[in-house]
């Protein structure tokens, strides 16, 4: 955000600088006042430009250096990130349970119901319910948003998996088959490295896994 603000700056002035060149001609500047007085000009607004945005981005994201207060969001963030993991914990012990019970007894009826509900739970995690939680760690937030968009894209690998198997009963084509296993690999996939990156954010705060819970490690 601040580099695109930054970038803004630079442009506009530039048309800062041919606005007055073009003022300055008009009013029978000579070409070499015009061109040292526009530049000045121009740097001038690119400089108090790039002094709003510094401004801008400390009072959005202040830099902390009291340990009181560093330690009081410390332990907001903690809390709020395992209030969260174990949310999205939840949910992932019913959608593996679902799907562990389509892999062992697949039906048409149970692929179109399970498609419809992956299709909400992948909705509700990319803005819904399981939206990503404000945290004063803006470095953390932008990794459990990247974690809650991968649970998004796993859910949507599942409804797509379970379309695929009701095309399959309707066409009975082999080559869907080999689709159907490599939605399944991608999931499996993408669930591990989502997974791991929830317990590297989980050290990084204190937490552990305790009788499938995120706790505060003693």
């Not at 526009?38 to 790039?50: K, L, M, N, R, W």
């Not at 209030?83 to 048409?108: K, L």
């Not at 949507?156 to 009701?166: D, G």
Request: glycine share 4%; aromatic share 14%; charged share 25%.
């Amino acid at each position: 955000m601040v580099g695109f603000l930054i970038v803004v700056v630079f442009v506009a002035g530039v048309f800062v600088g041919r606005y007055f060149i073009k003022r300055f001609f008009a009013k029978g500047k000579g070409k070499l006042y015009t061109y040292f007085m526009s530049t000045c000009i121009a740097i001038g607004f690119c400089f108090f430009g790039i002094m709003a945005v510094a401004i801008y981005d400390t009072s959005k994201n202040p830099r902390i250096t009291d340990p009181v207060v560093k330690d009081q969001y410390f332990k907001e963030d903690q809390k709020t990130v395992m209030t969260y993991f174990n949310h999205i914990m939840s949910n992932q012990a019913f959608a593996e349970m679902t799907m562990t019970d389509f892999r062992q007894s697949p039906s048409i009826s149970k692929a179109r119901q399970y498609a419809s509900m992956y299709a909400d739970m992948s909705k509700e995690f990319f803005a819904g319910e399981y939206r990503t939680p404000e945290l004063h760690d803006k470095e953390i937030k932008k990794q459990v948003s990247s974690i809650r968009q991968d649970y998004s894209t796993i859910y949507n690998i599942n409804r797509k998996q379970c379309e695929k198997f009701v095309e399959f009963m309707d066409t009975k084509k082999p080559s869907l088959l080999d689709d159907i296993k490599q939605y399944d690999r991608q999931t499996k996939e993408m669930l591990d490295t989502t997974v791991t990156s929830m317990h590297t954010i989980g050290k990084s705060f204190g937490l552990k896994i305790q009788d499938d819970k995120w706790v505060v490690s003693q």
